[in-house]
């Protein structure tokens, strides 16, 4: 029978703590404005390769998915329009589960490897809480290639695709708490399928991060009941000549599991779960769409590739069908989510919490945000309120006014710059430099 949760609140204390280091160096902030938590379940979402101008909501693109579960969720919650990944996918998921940048984690590209040293969200929620939470990924791992680094890591339950992709998205190895088998079910079925009853088999609040690997490469076409594509062609051809609908439909097919998987929990659960659905980078380049373009899309650190989408409803989330522009970091997620599990914290390594954005559209907000790459040694951006500077691996600079040039269309480096630019791109070189020590 289905856990009903019973919630009921609690007064966190603080204990006041004198704070004179930066975070940088790993040390806890706590919050000094406490609030009355309840224990909530966290459903954390991620899409693979999916980027705002493939999102509903977004102005970005102009061929939309067709994606009601959530719409629903984008009409009762927050759409944030400043959210920073990393360009590929593995260094956003170590910036989420360690509360770090790449430079501190180590974890810069695809193929790195995480160290189980590190503590993870789900440890770190599990140690401060009193083992209050089960948590659980499901879905897409691409943090290591040990079959048992996810249940070393603190994850009391791992089930999902180890690395990064598939050949097949129907013939696939699938790992479940450190055995592997060949699964021939659609991975976003039986991602679901997996998430669903690990839910119903919890008798405590849960974090349950979901990580579909569709609409990731190879581009294919989604069974025919999870999407509006309608019939296309399979063959290989016919995909390569026109990929967008097959894009198109894997995404579609991933909203529809999410709503067999928010329909499937009782009233009492929904009411108390709070959801994040999240792209991990950009739209790769054989589907991204104006004013992006193919060399701005997955793999760079321009607004294509490092700006993504974030939705955040239920639990929580007292403003209803708004929009915020507050800069924030994949990273600041470690944070808010220990923080919606009752931790009284503000900040932890490279990780700022924005709970408080969640209700409060006033709350303090990060000054800058930052982001890198691996790239014949490493590019970083790094941004403000109106200004993106880019340090390329090979010495070459740009600088946007990202206000009124929000798609990167002007370098204003080799341009007589203004004294506000130039005042701003000392700030930001300034705090890129310590960020990076």
Same mark, same amino acid.
């Given at each position: ?11 966190i ?35 693979d ?37 990393y ?21 810069? !590209? ?21 083992? !209050? ?11 290591? /290639? ?22 097949s ?15 021939t ?33 190879p ?5 025919? /009941?999870?999407?509006?594509?309608? %019939? ?24 529809? !599991?999410?709503?067999?998987?928010? $329909? ?16 991990? %980078? ?10 992006y ?56 390594? %490279? ?12 709350? $303090? ?6 982001t ?12 403000n ?15 946007? $006014? ?26 930001l ?9």
């Amino acid at each position: 029978m289905r856990f009903k949760i019973i919630f009921f609140f609690i007064t966190i204390s603080l204990l006041f703590l004198s704070c004179s280091s930066s975070t940088e160096t790993g040390e806890i902030i706590v919050d000094p404005d406490p609030v009355i938590l309840s224990n909530p379940n966290i459903l954390l979402i991620i899409a693979d390769d999916m980027g705002k101008d493939a999102t509903p909501n977004y102005p970005e693109g102009i061929i939309k998915p067709t994606m009601p579960t959530l719409q629903s969720l984008i009409s009762t919650g927050i759409t944030f329009d400043n959210l920073w990944s990393y360009s590929v996918c593995t260094p956003t998921r170590a910036s989420i589960i360690t509360g770090k940048y790449g430079v501190k984690s180590g974890v810069l !590209e695809v193929g790195d490897q995480i160290s189980t040293a590190e503590t993870s969200i789900q440890e770190y929620i599990d140690a401060n809480t009193g083992n !209050e939470y089960a948590t659980a990924i499901v879905g897409k791992w691409h943090l290591s /290639n040990n079959i048992s680094d996810p249940q070393t890591m603190g994850i009391d339950y791992y089930a999902g695709l180890l690395n990064g992709g598939v050949q097949s998205y129907t013939n696939w190895n699938l790992v479940e708490n450190g055995q592997s088998n060949v699964s021939t079910d659609y991975t976003t079925t039986k991602f679901t399928d997996l998430a669903i009853d690990w839910v119903d088999n919890q008798t405590k609040p849960w974090f349950l991060w979901l990580a579909y690997n569709a609409p990731h490469t190879p581009f294919h076409l989604a069974p025919t /009941n999870l999407h509006t594509q309608g %019939n296309l062609p399979t063959d290989q051809a016919s995909i390569d000549a026109n990929p967008t609908p097959y894009f198109l439909s894997a995404v579609e097919a991933m909203d529809s !599991e999410i709503g067999r998987l928010l $329909n499937s929990l009782t009233p009492v659960e929904i009411e108390n779960t709070i959801i994040i659905f999240i792209g991990d %980078n950009g739209t790769p380049g054989q589907v991204v769409q104006s004013p992006y373009n193919r060399l701005r899309a997955k793999g760079s650190i321009y607004q294509g590739g490092v700006n993504v989408p974030m939705v955040i409803s239920g639990f929580g989330v007292n403003r209803i069908g708004e929009r915020e522009s507050a800069l924030i970091h994949t990273a600041d997620l470690f944070a808010t989510i220990a923080k919606i599990s009752g931790i009284s914290i503000q900040e932890i390594n %490279n990780s700022i919490s924005f709970y408080d954005l969640l209700s409060n559209s006033n709350a $303090n907000q990060r000054e800058f945000v930052y982001t890198e790459k691996s790239d014949n040694g490493i590019s970083y951006t790094i941004r403000n309120s109106t200004y993106k500077l880019i340090k390329n691996s090979d010495g070459s600079e740009e600088l946007y $006014n990202i206000i009124t040039d929000a798609y990167e269309t002007n370098n204003l480096i080799g341009t007589i710059l203004s004294n506000d630019a130039s005042a701003n791109k000392l700030a930001l070189e300034i705090e890129a430099d310590i960020i990076r020590m």
